[in-house]
């Protein structure tokens, strides 16, 4: 499976936290999808096979759980709150935004393979609401000029790795 090395030694040592191998899947799981972004059915053999499980009972547990993504994301990773605050301030119009931006959908690759946009829950910054996570990094109080700037930087950074 192609994973960063860094993520294997972590999938290594965090099996050593739990007694009983098999109750190490979801933390596997997570780390799998932080670094390739979605679990695919290679990953889920892949785990079954690590923790001496059968894959279905490893695909139950990704299909069980939203937080699993078994599909791929674009390179970058845009998530708008849509809960109560960042819903009353604006944030379905945020995410309209982005998806105008790069012209896509919710939960789709965008046409440059660049973004995917997605809606998540609330990401407790309810009073800089609306606010949306780019990978890693918190945005607040986003209104139409913001994303647009956010946007063109992204652009920008992706010509930059061409
Ligand atoms: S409601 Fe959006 S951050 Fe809490």
Redo the contacts with the bound molecule.
Sequence with gaps: MNLKPETFSKIDEVITHYPVKRSAVLPLLHLIQEDAGYISQEAIEWVAAKLELQPINVYEVVTFYPMFRQKPIGRRHIKV?R????AIMG?YKVCERFEHEFNTHRGEISPDGEVTVEFVE?????GT???AMIDDELHTNLDAAKVKQLADQIRAEAKQRQ
């Design positions: 709150c809960t109560l605050s960042c944030g609330c990401l407790a910054s309810c609401a609306p606010v």
